[in-house]
């Protein structure tokens, strides 16, 4: 094989890994484990002026 198709291939390889991995935590991912978010916007707190 020529360095052009090996680089290539490699290429391939590495988008189907990186999708793979993509779809395998997507599948993994269990939204009952997260932590709910609350309170939103911090509360803002006033400056002391000297």
Same mark, same amino acid.
Request: hydrophobic residues 80%; without cysteine.
């Given at each position: 094989m020529s360095g052009k198709g090996l680089?290539?291939?490699?290429?391939?390889? =590495? %988008?189907?890994f990186?999708?793979?991995? =993509? %779809?395998?935590f997507i599948g993994k991912w269990d939204s009952s484990e997260d932590a709910p978010q609350s309170g939103g916007v911090p509360a803002k707190t006033e400056e002391r002026q000297a």
């Open positions: 680089t290539l291939i490699a290429i391939l390889a =590495f %988008v189907i990186v999708v793979g991995t =993509f %779809v395998w």
